[in-house]
């Protein structure tokens, strides 16, 4: 079972940036496409970017030219770039596999407000 630890979480000014990191476990992480997700309180875990083994991104409108998901699969990392951030993209947000998710992490919480 691929394992997952989210880090880079934090307050954050609407308008502000963050970058979130993620670092799987397992030698297959090369492999899998992945996504980052979030849910917020009271709310559904919905996910917000995906990339493709070989580098092919996907994102919903609601995210969409203001956050960015990349990986490293030489360092076994994934990340979230987020900027212009806003209000609702408070939450808790989780990397996993995109399309089949895994067992979920601990995430790493989000919260935009002045």
């Known amino acids: 079972q691929v394992q997952f630890v989210e880090s880079g979480g934090g307050l954050v000014q609407p308008g502000g940036s963050l970058r979130l990191s993620c670092l799987p476990s397992?030698?297959?992480?090369?492999?899998?496409?992945m996504g980052w997700y979030r849910q917020a309180p009271g709310m559904q875990r919905e996910l917000v970017a995906g990339?493709?083994?070989?580098?092919?991104?996907n994102y919903p409108d609601s995210v969409k030219g203001r956050f960015t998901i990349s990986r490293d699969n030489a360092k076994n990392m994934v990340y979230l770039q987020m900027n212009n951030l806003k209000p609702e993209d408070t939450a808790v947000y989780y990397c996993?596999?995109?399309?089949?998710?895994?067992?979920w992490g601990q995430g790493t919480q989000v919260t935009v407000s002045s």
């Open positions: 990339i493709t083994s070989n580098g092919l991104t």
């Open positions: 397992g030698s297959i992480f090369r492999l899998l496409a």
């Open positions: 996993n596999k995109w399309g089949t998710p895994g067992p």
